[in-house]
């Protein structure tokens, strides 16, 4: 059932070490070891940003400074994920191969600046990247302090070089074939777009073609596709000298630059960078949020373990305002990324630097230099506090719930034009079905349409606009099977290049599947006010007479389908807002509008009750949240998390252990912002 993102037999512990900064400061780099293993740091990740200190000149490497300083930390017990440099590159490959750089989407070559300013199609760029790669895989990849590669850095952006547009004509050929069906699933008739040469199509420059979405779509799948592409050849030297080793590249969570789950099968771990805004508002809110981030980035390898490859000990310098985090926020946030899964807590950074863009940026050691600050202090407990965690290792997050939220399809929404359109609402609708699971303790996973849903037994799909991947199918094959599936308004409305169904909607099946027809959809100003009476059933007993409604309400008719709730009022008045559809051996409900939050609680206690979904029978005060971790075959680790300041207790229904102490607890008194972890 376990399985160990590395050969470390315990939760990694540790961030981003920058040594190449401070090689004119050798005291520093002694003392960095000394503090490293005082606050309880068993892993770093080195190398990131040093391309100019690994290469200085073209063809002429200096690693002695990365040994020294790879055999320094492991005879401190400190163990090291190394990193390829690609995401900045040195000022020599910019001034003599210019091609390198990136062009952004105004045309415009960018001069040698920032980091990511490369062009992930240049043979030079790649070629470069290949040599040290090999450089580093050659000399590194069997050192047993070497644990993980860590591939690049937040790779995101896109080049619009002539290289790139090339590479991009090539990838619509091999999709399409032909021109005449590229036209058609583009609609290019449309305003008389036709193309008629391949030469004739660009990407979606800023002063370009934008109104074309196939096209839209298809440029971001490319650039996904090349971003893969790219990682591919960076991993292929480190997995020559050594295929045991593992691999990840730190993600961004919901960043919609790339489709994630493409990286599914390049990444043996998946690991991401985690910035909330904490104590910016309601950190019980923040929590919620960025529990679904976690369990995001989880649901790209369901069941395994990930990374949390990056947090902040403290303020978060780019951020509007960089808060300090308060005294017991650091311990509870990073506990929650290993409560969703996750095998380590690493930092951004170890220790601030003298100059640059991050350099309050926050970290373990600050500038004073020294372990004598509150910071380190918190990160000494963690660090204390994480060693009796290590049952945790390896351990799943398993989930009977899933959430559909569609990379592609957050796309095609994104480009379409109606609804809201500065955001058509599809993450705060996520959101919406997400909070009431997870302040019930549901663990749930958030997946893709290629996901395979068959592990489920409840499937929420919000705003499925388009389909693709077969997903009407699973989804149907899931519902005959006994699932049940909530979805809502603005389902099965195109297909994979953004085309309509004909027919009517929801199209692609989808219609018999729920038994009902969408005739159209409004979109309600802020001040239009709505809402839904709940029909007496079965299906709507522990429901309110009445909720409000909001920003949509979709128009459809029963088709099949029970009506469980009716508009109250307007030309809409009588018309399904709820329905329910029983088919096969499962059901399907359908949300037509945005409901008051209230309804989401009510309607999933009910759903949760019927399924069985929670792992354990506990009344939660509010902000208190629970996770569940599988450590054996026959043992779940439930974790409690108090995101209030005050203390909470919670009314265990059985007697529990700790898994820290051993010690037996029957009712659990939580301090505020604390965790406790129960067997």
Excluded at 510 to 535: H, Q
Excluded at 648 to 674: C, D, F, N, Q
Aim: charged letters at 25%; proline letters at 5%; a negative charge.
């Amino acid at each position: 059932m376990k399985e160990t993102v590395t050969k470390v037999a315990s939760l990694l512990h540790g961030g981003d070490y920058n040594p190449d900064q401070w090689l004119r400061y050798p005291e520093i780099l002694e003392k960095d070891a000394e503090l490293m293993k005082k606050a309880g740091c068993n892993a770093m990740s080195i190398g990131i940003f040093a391309w100019a200190a690994l290469e200085p000149e073209e063809g002429r490497y200096e690693f002695g400074w990365l040994d020294e300083v790879i055999d320094r930390l492991r005879r401190n017990g400190v163990y090291t994920v190394l990193a390829t440099p690609s995401g900045a590159r040195p000022g020599w490959m910019a001034e003599k191969y210019p091609e390198v750089l990136r062009v952004n989407a105004d045309g415009r070559r960018i001069p040698f600046s920032t980091r990511h300013n490369h062009c992930l199609t240049s043979p030079v760029y790649r070629e470069k990247v290949r040599q040290i790669n090999t450089a580093l895989a050659e000399r590194y990849a069997r050192n047993p302090a070497v644990i993980l590669w860590h591939v690049s850095n937040e790779y995101s952006g896109a080049c619009y070089c002539p290289l790139c547009r090339a590479a991009f004509r090539e990838w619509l050929k091999k999709k399409y074939g032909t021109l005449d069906e590229l036209n058609h699933a583009w609609w290019t008739a449309f305003w008389s777009k036709t193309y008629s040469s391949w030469d004739l199509i660009d990407p979606p420059f800023d002063n370009g073609e934008t109104s074309v979405h196939g096209l839209v779509l298809d440029w971001m799948r490319f650039v996904t596709d090349q971003t893969a592409d790219f990682m591919k050849a960076e991993i292929a030297p480190l997995k020559k000298a050594n295929p045991d080793v593992p691999v990840t590249t730190n993600m961004m969570g919901f960043y919609e630059g790339l489709n994630y789950f493409k990286f599914k099968d390049l990444c043996d771990v998946i690991s991401w960078d985690n910035y909330p805004s904490w104590h910016e508002g309601d950190d019980r809110e923040t929590a919620i949020s960025t529990a679904m981030t976690h369990d995001l980035m989880r649901s790209i390898k369901p069941g395994k373990p990930f990374l949390m490859m990056e947090s902040c000990t403290s303020a978060v310098n780019w951020k509007p305002y960089a808060k300090l985090k308060r005294p017991g926020m650091h311990e509870l946030a990073s506990l929650q990324a290993v409560a969703r899964g996750s095998d380590s807590v690493q930092y951004f950074q170890w220790r601030k630097g003298r100059g640059g863009f991050e350099k309050f940026h926050g970290a373990v050691v600050g500038h004073l230099g020294t372990g004598d600050t509150r910071v380190f202090r918190e990160v000494e407990a963690l660090g204390e506090r994480m060693k009796g965690l290590d049952r945790l290792v390896g351990s799943p997050f398993l989930s009977r719930a899933a959430i559909l939220c569609d990379t592609e399809n957050r796309w095609a929404l994104k480009a379409m034009r109606g609804l809201i359109q500065e955001d058509k609402g599809l993450l705060a609708e996520v959101r919406r079905h997400y909070a009431p699971l997870f302040r019930m303790g549901v663990n749930t996973d958030i997946v893709d349409e290629e996901s395979d849903l068959s592990g489920y037994d409840l499937v929420v799909a919000p705003m499925l606009y388009m389909l693709r991947a077969g997903i009407a199918g699973k989804l149907r094959s899931f519902v005959e099977k006994g699932g049940t599936l909530v979805i809502t308004y603005w389902s099965g409305i195109v297909n994979e290049t953004d085309l309509t169904f004909l027919g009517g909607f929801p199209g692609d099946g989808l219609a018999e599947l729920l038994g009902i027809s969408m005739e159209e959809i409004d979109t309600l100003y802020p001040a239009d006010r709505n809402a839904a009476e709940v029909l007496p059933s079965g299906e709507t007993e522990g429901l309110a007479p009445r909720y409000e409604i909001r920003d949509y309400t979709e128009i459809s008719h029963p088709a099949g389908a029970e009506v469980l709730a009716a508009y109250e009022s307007d030309f809409i008045r009588g018309l399904p807002a709820l329905t329910v559809n029983r088919f096969g051996k499962g059901k399907v409900y359908y949300a037509a509008a945005v409901f008051e939050d209230v309804f989401y609680r009510d309607f999933y206690r009910k759903l949760v009750s019927e399924l069985g979904l929670r792992p354990l029978e506990v009344d939660l005060p509010e902000g208190v949240y629970l996770s569940a971790r599988r450590i054996s075959d026959n043992t779940d680790c439930y974790i409690f998390q108090n995101y209030n300041t005050e203390a909470a207790s919670v009314v265990l229904p059985r007697p529990m252990k700790s898994l820290e102490s051993g010690e037996s607890v029957e009712t659990l008194t939580l301090p505020g912002y604390g965790t406790a972890f129960l067997l």
